[in-house]
């Protein structure tokens, strides 16, 4: 079978941002269960270690939320009892933590590394103070920089930053109150691009670029509902998407998935598992986890996403389990259309299908594929099919086409 990864959820952060829809609370470093989240997931992992036995353990993500805030220490009780379950280590076993810039210092990455973190995931999020203070972020200008310096000083092997583009902020001087049709001020290209030089210059090896999404039952999403919140047009986002790929790329960072660039050979590898379709073990409150059976088939859970429930659950030997979905063989080759098509490189449709025991082409699927290859928005050799780079942002929509 395919080497797996495990996603371990850690659901707190010094503050809520106003654009996240991510299971996250706010708390403060003291305030937190350190060892007794750690000793809850042990506990879960007891239960799901049957699923990771004989298998390949390929990637371990911590996210968030903010696990930067979690005591390393704990965190590496954590990591070694994955490590334990596992029935394999891969070679190159990739150990990632997302970090925010005001929560990662260099004692702080020193102190990952010594537990056995090979790569952070810094927030940056940007390099302007007024977009960064309209995001709700607690880091300035050169917060961010300052914590991709500070880990790359303290060892770590490998480090991404993320930054988010297409940030619509109101005008200078028209007050902290928006409304709508009020002057605004855009990102420009050029911006974007000195954003992403700057990053990259720091020497990142991956650097993940996001368009900022206004997500209902989001702070922005019910400002945005009110109209009170200033939005960047289509053109102002598809500007400044080209203007980081030109920069990162001059930096040498490879556009190899829609919002992902790295060095050669440093891409996210356990973004890639779930970009593949590969299996992934969740872990933790509010954890997805997607584990297949022997016919093709797969499950898909997510753990409860109340914190304090989760913990007394797992340390009382029980799973929280908010919702549990059987994926028939059908269901995933059609997510490994939607994300494999994300990639660059594109997927081997035949041969997931052949994994899944599915056909590849149904007769409806060929005559939209054969459409989409007449109008230039898909490539197909040998049963490998991949979105070209002119039509790479409709990627969605094609692979919908494709269902
Ligand atoms: S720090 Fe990250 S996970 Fe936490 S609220 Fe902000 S965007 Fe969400």
């Known amino acids: 079978m395919e080497p797996m990864g495990v996603y371990v959820h850690f659901p707190w952060c010094l503050k809520k941002c106003p654009y996240c829809d991510f299971v996250s609370f706010a708390a403060t470093r003291d305030g937190l269960e350190h060892d007794r989240y750690a000793d809850a997931i042990l506990g879960e992992l007891a239960q799901r270690s049957e699923s990771l036995a004989g298998r390949s353990l390929a990637t371990v993500f911590f996210g968030g939320g903010t696990p930067s805030l979690w ?8 990591l070694d009892a994955i490590k334990a379950a596992a029935g394999r280590l891969a070679g190159d076993l990739e150990i990632t933590v997302e970090c925010n810039p005001s929560s990662l210092d260099e004692d702080r990455a020193r ?21 960064l203070e309209f995001l709700g972020r607690l880091h300035g200008a050169e917060g961010g920089l300052a914590a991709v310096r500070a880990a790359i000083r303290a060892g770590v092997p490998r480090v991404s930053a993320d930054l988010i583009y297409g940030v619509s902020t109101p005008a200078p001087g028209s007050g902290p109150r928006y409304l709508a049709g009020a002057p605004t001020r855009e990102q420009t290209p050029r911006e974007a691009a000195e954003e992403a030089r700057r990053v990259a210059e720091t020497g990142v090896t991956h650097v993940s670029a996001y368009s900022l999404t206004i997500e209902p039952g989001t702070q922005f999403g019910e400002l945005s509902r009110r109209g009170k919140l200033p939005v960047a047009s289509e053109e102002v986002v598809a500007d400044a998407f080209f203007a980081i790929e030109d920069a990162l790329g001059s930096a040498g960072l490879l556009h190899y998935e829609i919002s992902n660039y790295a060095r050669p050979g440093d891409e996210a590898r356990h973004n890639l598992g779930y970009w593949r379709g590969h299996d992934y073990l969740g872990l933790g409150c509010a954890a997805f986890g997607t584990v297949s059976r022997p016919d093709g088939a797969a499950v898909r859970y ?72 007449a109008r230039g928005k898909l490539v197909i050799e040998d049963g490998h099919v991949r979105v070209p780079r002119e039509a790479w942002v409709l990627a969605d929509g094609i692979a919908a086409e494709l269902f």
């Open 302 to 373: 997510r753990n409860g996403t109340d914190p304090a429930r989760y913990m007394r659950a797992a340390l009382a030997g029980e799973l929280s389990v908010e919702s549990e979905e059987p994926l028939d063989a059908e269901t995933r080759l059609r997510e490994r259309i939607m994300l494999g098509l994300r990639l660059r490189e594109g997927f081997d449709l035949e041969r997931s299908a052949r994994e899944l025991g599915v056909p590849a082409w149904t007769d409806a699927r060929k005559r939209a594929a054969e459409r989409l290859q």
């Open 71 to 78: 005591e390393p220490r704990a965190l590496g009780r954590v």
């Open 111 to 131: 102190a990952l590394v010594d537990v056995g973190v090979n790569r952070l995931s810094v927030g940056v999020q940007g390099t302007d103070a007024e977009r």
